[in-house]
């Protein structure tokens, strides 16, 4: 996950359009349980004014459902929101301090953008989905769509803080795959295919008809109780210590094209067939330029937002009232 995402997100790291689309899914999963919070604490005495931020006077109830939203329906325990609380409240004062500035320089959300958002989001999530979410959750529509518009509102302006930001050139990007050296080292791994059977039997059937000529790829498919039966019984890619020990012992002892004899599982009966090896080493520098183009604009963009926020805490004065924060509690 990159840095606005992470920003942007309640707590979230593809295809872009696959993230963009589980980030949407995201929100508004955490807005739902935001606005259910807050309806559900209405009656808990939490209304006082806990928070000023600027000119914004925020309630307990509104404290605490801004930081439901960063714990993405998480149950903190007494230990745990002891541990967190000051972390969660200071993430808090930096959305609205950013919202105190999006107030002051004018910055808003149209209704287009607004309209467009709400409509990737229920193609997404499918319509009926949406509206099953909102009404299993008891969530006022209105009340989520104010709080999204809030989210889209804190993205604007962490895009045009963050705008200036410079890209990292050829030789940084260089010098970190050369000091990171261990993160770019991929392990050996194998493909292999396998047939699995629910009894011996079953098994020792099958290694007579692979001695007798038959394709093992027909055979997994005929006669494989695994899911990747489908294809041909092949399973793909695995590095050291992804299989059960067992199985491993058996398919790292064979030769390309070689086929074990019956390997008893805890999954039952297996024969495999060893396909390819793929060395381990480090991967060449075009391989991940891209991945550490963005690992170090990523960087860059949060030491400009961080510095951007302790300049706005000093236009906007920030003030706690700690013998009300320190009553809150996050695990009801």
């Known amino acids: 996950m990159n840095f606005l995402e992470s920003i942007f997100t309640c707590n979230l790291d593809g295809d872009l359009s696959t993230r963009g689309r589980f980030i949407r899914l995201f929100i508004v999963s955490c807005l739902a349980l935001s606005m259910l919070s807050m309806c559900a604490n209405r009656d808990q005495g939490e209304d006082g004014v806990v928070l000023v931020v600027g000119s914004r006077k925020i309630s307990g109830t509104e404290l605490k459902g801004k930081i439901k939203e960063f714990m993405a329906g998480l149950e903190l325990s007494k230990e745990e929101w002891t541990t967190m609380k000051e972390v969660l409240l200071q993430r808090a004062i930096d959305e609205y301090v950013a919202l105190e500035y999006g107030r002051e320089a004018g910055i808003g959300v149209t209704e287009q953008e607004l309209e467009g958002e709400i409509g990737q989001?229920?193609?997404?999530?499918?319509?009926?989905?949406f509206q099953e979410m909102l009404l299993r959750q008891y969530v006022d529509f209105q009340g989520w769509k104010d709080k999204l518009r809030e989210q889209i509102l804190i993205r604007k302006i962490l895009e045009e803080v963050t705008a200036?930001?410079?890209?990292?050139?050829?030789?940084?990007?260089?010098?970190?795959?050369?000091?990171?050296?261990?993160?770019?080292?991929?392990?050996?791994?194998?493909?292999?295919?396998?047939?699995?059977?629910s009894t011996v039997e079953e098994a020792e059937t099958v290694v007579r008809a692979l001695k007798a000529g038959e394709r093992f790829s027909e055979l997994a498919m005929r006669t494989s109780t695994a899911p990747e039966a489908a294809s041909g019984g092949e399973v793909g890619w695995v590095a050291p210590g992804q299989l059960e020990e067992s199985m491993e012992k058996a398919i790292f002892a064979?030769?390309?094209?070689?086929?074990?004899?019956?390997?008893k599982t805890p999954y039952g009966y297996h024969i495999f067939q060893l396909v390819a090896v793929r060395p381990g080493g480090p991967r060449a520098l075009p391989e991940v330029m891209a991945a550490i183009e963005t690992r170090l604009s990523d960087q860059r963009r949060e030491k400009v937002w961080l510095a951007w926020l302790a300049e706005q805490r000093k236009r906007f004065p920030v003030s706690v009232r700690y013998e009300l924060f320190d009553r809150m509690e996050m695990s009801s």
Request: cysteine-free.
């Open 254 to 263: 064979l030769k390309i094209g070689e086929i074990s004899p019956v390997v």
């Open 121 to 129: 989001i229920t193609a997404d999530y499918g319509k009926d989905g």
């Open 164 to 197: 200036s930001a410079a890209p990292p050139s050829y030789e940084e990007i260089k010098t970190y795959y050369q000091e990171h050296q261990a993160e770019f080292t991929l392990p050996g791994m194998i493909k292999f295919r396998q047939v699995v059977t």
